[in-house]
């Protein structure tokens, strides 16, 4: 069973992440799926017909629900099916793979068989049929990722965030129409661990300034798409 872990979340410089990058180099692996410096994440996400997902963001309830297909690869064809939970300030995670065929008749609407092995798959169609729920937004990024076994610790770096509203584009080599999410030279630090954050790693991210924020992909991706930012970029 997926239990719920501990996300923090903070908006860095190009600066802080490379101080960060050679700090955390010391006490911390790459990502074994990790070639060379980062490598690429595109996510679609969905939403219903009220943009529940969208509302309950911008409005900071306590437990609320994503949807998302991800891919690091779209010329390899591997989808992931994922919906990841929040719940009093933790997250969770569950996900299924998904078949290229699947995934073509999920975004068109088309019916797909339950599958009782797959919890997130069945989950969507769910939704799908009671709520309307259907793609919103691409949102692609570059991500550098260290880990840590103690604590099962992840800290990543999302570089040059982008949004596209052009869905149908998920696929391609490259998403023609995206439009940057934050400001040039700002990225997003991610530190996820179970319970504990090893003394030595917290010590590696003592850089005196970072702020703590509820940064979210999916709510500033929707926000670019229509030409919106927050007032205190």
């Known amino acids: 069973m997926t239990e719920y872990r ?3 979340k903070y908006l860095v410089s190009d600066m802080d992440l490379a101080l960060l990058a050679a700090r955390l180099d010391g006490v911390m692996e790459k990502d074994i799926h990790q070639q060379g410096d980062c490598y690429q994440i595109r996510s679609l996400y969905f939403d ?4 529940s997902c969208l509302e309950e963001n911008d409005a900071g309830v306590d437990y609320r629900k994503k949807y998302r297909i991800r891919t690091y690869d779209p010329a ?56 309307g729920m259907k793609p919103k937004v691409i949102i692609s990024y570059e991500r550098t990722a260290f880990v840590h076994p103690t604590g099962n610790v992840r800290i990543t770096f999302d570089r040059n965030i982008s949004a596209s509203g ?17 400001p040039a030279g700002m990225h997003v630090l991610e530190v996820k661990y179970d319970e504990l954050l090893p003394d030595v790693i917290h010590r590696q991210l ?27 970029w």
């Open 48 to 51: 219903d017909l009220r943009d």
């Open 166 to 182: 052009d869905w149908e584009d998920f696929l391609l080599e490259r998403v023609p129409d995206s439009v940057p999410v934050l």
């Open 76 to 131: 390899a064809g591997f989808l992931r099916l994922e919906i990841k939970e929040k719940k009093n300030g933790l997250t969770k995670k569950i996900s299924c793979p998904l078949a290229s065929d699947e995934y073509g008749r999920l975004v068109q609407g088309d019916p797909v068989s339950f599958d009782e092995k797959r919890i997130a798959l069945n989950e969507l169609l769910l939704q799908t049929k009671c709520t």
């Open 206 to 232: 003592e850089l005196g300034k970072l702020r703590q924020t509820a940064f979210s992909k999916y709510y500033l991706g929707r926000m670019a798409v229509d030409g919106e930012f927050p007032v205190s």
């Open 6 to 8: 501990v996300e923090k």
